[in-house]
């Protein structure tokens, strides 16, 4: 069986870090579990995001970009 990682958005990166860093410092001092718990979770979303970013499909548009990038590159030798 094949896994298919989903591509997720780049806000969900900065949502999840933001997240974290808020539970890390805010909710932790105020309830610990809480503050454990939620950084877990945030923590889980930035694994998701890094692995999505590693192993998630490529649009169409990147690859335009790059092809963009490839012709002008040759375009200067």
């Keep these: 069986m094949k896994f ?3 591509p997720l958005k ?3 990166m900065i949502i999840s870090i ?3 860093i ?3 410092v805010w909710v932790y001092r105020k309830s610990p579990t809480w503050g454990f718990a939620f950084c877990l979770a945030f923590a889980m979303m930035f694994v ?3 692995i999505s970013m590693t192993y998630g ?3 169409d548009r990147e690859l335009h970009i790059d092809e963009r990038i490839k012709r002008k590159k040759g375009k200067r030798k």
Excluded: K
Aim: proline share 6%; no cysteine.
């Design 22 to 24: 808020i539970s890390a």
């Design 48 to 50: 998701a995001s890094m």
């Design 10 to 12: 780049g806000s969900f």
């Design 57 to 59: 499909p490529v649009s």
């Design 4 to 6: 298919e990682f989903a």
């Design 18 to 20: 933001v997240g974290f």
